[in-house]
């Protein structure tokens, strides 16, 4: 984007977990309706933990589902076949198995809200949904963290500095604080232009329902 270029830009703020399969459904389907109505966005990622007291070893996923939500097997799997598909429509791959696990996602918190500062939290956060749903890679762990640091065009070195040094941490837990105190209980959960909130993955419909009605007012 130049400065030069024409298209309308709407702001639109997104509370997510990289944990979250709807969050990376819904980026697309948000995706979708920009690209239909030719409209830009100014996008920011907010932090959420899905599993905010989940320890560092993880917990498989079909058996966290299962004791979180109460579905059976035989639900959960069905979940899982559900994702894969609206995912393959959606140009994203979801890969499940008996080994996947849900793991902690602080750290990972903390590494988007540097690379916000290094005007690369988009692209990282792409890199963090990939490892974890189409790789299957541990995103609490540091050096799958770094990877991903890498892959969205940051500093290893630096981010690596940035994780030890622990200064991200109070800032993500009062932005989560403010998102939570304000009512967002489930994620994704979008606001657009600042006023309209949209939370789960809508569809690229009704995305594109709410920018239209955000350059109306604009306009």
Known sequence: MTSADPRPIVQIDIVSDVVCPWCIVGFRQLDQALQRLNVLARLRWHPFELNPTMPPEG????????EKYGSTSDQSQQARDRLTQIGAELGFVFNFDDDSRMVNTFR????????????????????????????QRDVSDVDVLLDAVHAAGLDRDDASAALSSGAHGA??????NFWTSRGVSGVPSMVFGGKYLL???????????????CLAEAA
Do not use: S
Not at 111 to 135: I, M, N, S, V
Not at 171 to 176: D, F, I, T
């Open 108 to 135: 990972a918190h903390q590494l988007l809200d540097w690379a916000e500062t290094q005007g690369r939290q988009h692209p990282l956060k792409l890199a963090l949904f990939r490892a974890y749903f189409t790789d």
């Open 171 to 176: 800032p993500v837990r009062e932005k989560q």
């Open 59 to 66: 917990q498989n996923l079909r058996e966290h589902i299962m």
């Open 199 to 213: 939370t789960g993955a809508q569809g690229a419909d009704n995305y594109a329902h709410v920018l239209q009605r």
